[in-house]
């Protein structure tokens, strides 16, 4: 019998991710926020979000971005937290975007919590999806993507994506999505913006 002896290491990775509630740690994590005084104009009642107080929380993600935004090839993986709440009778919701590279897709999954997600093509036809623990969504390319948490408690979920996506706000800061997530009576209800 042939011996071989190597002297590699076997290393521990850089990071962790604690899978059920998709917190990471370690090396190159970065972390982001968006209060209630971030978000102008998106929600439908601007008056009752110039009503409430300013710092309040609305979601935060953590990342791992192990290469430049921009590189292509690379993947990203992050993690949303969107807090329960509503600015009149619509539901607390991530800002939402296309990507700078449109023709890049994603993958969302649920975590905890109970959330709607928002999907809206070039043409601006929009759809949803539940999102809740295990669900598991296809982001195609060309689709601006919105969550909204329609639950009592915090709704997380997880993404990946292509490091050469980029983020483009512009179009939903200025035109919004085609429908909007609202509380209707206890009930999430699309209506058309
Ligand atoms: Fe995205």
């Known amino acids: 019998m042939m011996s071989v002896i190597i ?3 076997i290393r521990q990775p850089m990071q962790s991710l604690d899978i059920a509630k998709g917190v990471f740690a370690g090396a190159g994590i970065i972390v982001s926020s968006k209060n ?5 104009y998106m ?3 601007e008056k009752a979000r110039q009503q409430m107080d300013q ?20 993947l990203f993986m992050g993690t949303t937290w969107i807090k ?26 649920g975590l905890e919590g109970n959330g709607v997600l928002l999907l809206m093509d070039e043409d601006r036809n929009t759809r949803a999806e539940y999102v809740y623990p295990g669900s598991l969504h296809y982001i195609p390319a060309y689709t601006a993507h919105r969550v909204a948490n329609i639950g009592n408690t915090e709704l997380s979920f997880g993404a990946c994506w292509p490091s050469d996506a980029g983020h483009n706000y ?8 085609s429908k909007r997530l609202i509380n209707h009576n206890g009930i999430p209800t699309l209506i058309n913006a």
């Open 43 to 45: 929600f439908l009642d």
């Open 84 to 109: 329960a709440g509503a600015v009149g009778n619509e539901f607390f919701m991530t800002q939402g975007h296309f990507h700078q590279l449109a023709s890049r897709g994603e993958y969302y999954w």
């Open 55 to 74: 710092e309040q929380q609305v979601y935060r993600v953590q990342a791992n971005l192990p290469v430049d935004e921009g590189t292509a090839g690379g």
């Open 170 to 177: 512009d179009e939903i800061k200025e035109r919004g999505f």
């Open 7 to 9: 002297n590699d290491p």
């Open 36 to 40: 209630i005084g971030q978000l102008q």
